[in-house]
């Protein structure tokens, strides 16, 4: 059977490896919490199928559960083992009270949980007790199948890690170090070549200098296109990069429209003086179209992943459900 990387591959149309963007370390991850995911939401009989039991005796009286959820805990009474019944911490000391209807006996044991350590009272004896808690699987990116786990929702971890992983790569190409690097990105180059035009002196302030010259024109469109793209505008968390990191897809795609729209206003103004421009401004239209053609094939690959991602959690939530009502 083919591994979960390649598995995750073939639903994505990713290449995943030690340093791609999700890594191979994070798409383990992702296969790990779609494990535990997936486990916490079966039903407490099938949950017990896929538990891990942890011994309490009189040298031993407390489990830290480490996050664990308990299944059921029982106590030996010195016949027979005794469910415990659960108490709120709060009524810790009153389990312990002999005087008291919630009072904690042998054959009615019972325990709570405070801090994430779990407690038992009568405390265990010598004949012991027995806490059950759900086992959580660490499922590595190479791994082909899942020990203690239910063979049916094994595919649902492979659909989790795929989600997460275009999630991953959407948020990764935004920040694309051929158009926005800060020194050889196209938008850098692209002012660099206007800088040397506005050091031509041509003394012409309002065809070149002035606020309203088509080179001011040109040289805000483009900031635009750069603050919308990761430039914190209109704000940290409606720039492209802010909205993918909120996961808000709709924004995203709004925002990367809005810089091909500035990238083309400046492409326009550029246009109506490049003919005295000369080399540089040729350059810098150059330059523009680089960078129009990657954002326009970045914007074509998003809406792909971002549809890709729709038709898999729709496959996951449906599946889900059946495993949890099953």
Known sequence: MATFEAQVEGLTSLSIDGSSAPTQTELTQFLTDGAKEILTALPIDKKMMYSTSSALDNSTTYLTLGGSEVLGVMRDDGTIN????RVPSSMSGRAQDSADMSYGTTTDPVWWVVNNILSIYPEPSSEGATV?????????????????????AEYLVLLYAAIKALQNTMGNFLSNDSIDHA????LALINTALDRIASYNWGDSETFTAGTAQLTRVKNALDQASDIINGNAPSSTTDAFGAQ?????ELTSSALSIAAAELNRAQQHLSEWSAISGVASS????????????????????????????????????????????
């Not at 059950?132 to 063979?151: C, E, H, M, N, R």
């Not at 020194?183 to 196209?186: I, L, M, Y």
């Not at 990191?245 to 897809?249: A, G």
């Not at 792909?304 to 729709?314: F, T």
Request: a negative charge; glycine letters at 6%; proline letters at 4%.
């Open 183 to 186: 020194s050889t990105g196209a």
């Open 132 to 152: 059950q808690t759900l086992a959580y699987p660490t499922v590595a990116y190479g791994d082909s199948s899942i020990t203690k786990f239910p063979d049916e």
């Open 245 to 249: 990191s909120s996961e808000d897809i």
């Open 82 to 85: 005794q469910p415990c019944r």
């Open 283 to 326: 350059e810098a239209q150059g330059f523009i179209s680089e960078a129009q053609a990657r954002v326009a094939r970045d914007s074509q690959k998003y809406q792909w992943y971002q549809g890709q991602q729709a038709k898999l959690q729709a496959d996951y939530d449906k599946g889900l459900q059946i495993v949890m009502s099953s």
